[in-house]
């Protein structure tokens, strides 16, 4: 069993930054694969960024690229999004998610393929 706690999320100007974490329990986190997703309000939950349990390959929403990236550090179990050039569109709760894949390369972008997902953190970016 994996459990996932987000924290970092918080109110922005437009054009600020901020970095979202997603610490992970249980000993075999470097098997799993993880994602970000946000929730706006009044929207179905849409995906953001993907990692492979390696590190090696990610994947990007078009709305994001360029401005946020995802890394993890194994060794503290825990998945970084480093959100820059925020706007006002990026406003959501961002939820991470993990989903456990043998392949080291390996990432997901369809919400179905997680098993686990963390509460959310709130993101507020102000124009």
Request: proline share 2%; glycine share 10%.
């Amino acid at each position: 069993q994996v459990q996932l706690v987000e924290s970092g999320g918080g109110l922005v100007q437009a054009g600020g930054s901020l970095r979202l974490s997603c610490a992970a329990s249980g000993p075999t986190f470097s098997w799993y694969a993880m994602g970000w997703f946000r929730q706006a309000p009044g929207k179905e939950r849409e995906f953001v960024v993907a990692i492979s349990w390696s590190g090696s390959s990610t994947d990007y929403a078009d709305s994001v690229k360029g401005r946020f990236t995802i890394s993890r550090d194994s060794a503290k179990n825990t998945v970084y999004l480093q959100m820059s050039n925020l706007k006002p569109q990026d406003t959501a709760v961002y939820y991470c998610a993990a989903v456990r894949t043998f392949y080291s390369t390996a990432y997901f972008r369809d919400q179905s393929d997680y098993d686990y997902w963390g509460q959310g953190t709130q993101v507020t970016v102000s124009s």
